[in-house]
């Protein structure tokens, strides 16, 4: 595996400004295979939310979060949130036979090392897709 610590993730975040982009503080690096499969995945990631909501760049928003899980174990998970239809909603871990947001998002994803993802609609005519990758150690 591969590391994309703080800064390298800032820096992709900083190039994804045409989103409105949501971040901690504090970004936490991770675990990718590497740096390329990472940002394929980024952006397959942003064209899920895109084909859902009609090509609106405007309407979309990338999330980025340090998540803590019930067992200690840490993630960064990267979100995209945005209007449209986002059902059925998908529990996905690398290798199962369900697709996430599109088979492109998929593939991109079990590429780039994510460990989980799902989609979720959100009740008010939006919804969003998250990808969890682990934490790196430094």
Do not use: K
């Amino acid at each position: 595996m591969s590391v994309i610590d703080a800064a390298e993730l800032e820096a992709l975040l900083r190039a994804n400004g045409f989103l409105t982009v949501e971040r901690p503080p504090q970004l936490w690096g991770l675990e990718t295979t590497e740096l390329e499969p990472f940002v394929r995945c980024l952006g397959e990631l942003i064209a899920a939310g895109l084909f859902r909501n009609g090509n609106d760049l405007s309407r979309l928003v990338l999330n980025v979060a340090n998540v803590v899980d019930e067992d200690e174990a840490h993630y960064v998970a990267l979100s995209i949130r945005g209007p449209g239809e986002w059902s059925p909603e998908v529990a996905w871990t690398p290798g199962s036979e369900v697709v996430l947001a599109g088979n492109y998002l998929t593939a991109a994803a079990a590429e780039a090392g994510a460990v989980r993802g799902y989609t979720r609609d959100l009740g008010d005519g939006s919804g969003a897709v998250t990808l969890w990758f682990t934490r790196s150690a430094g």
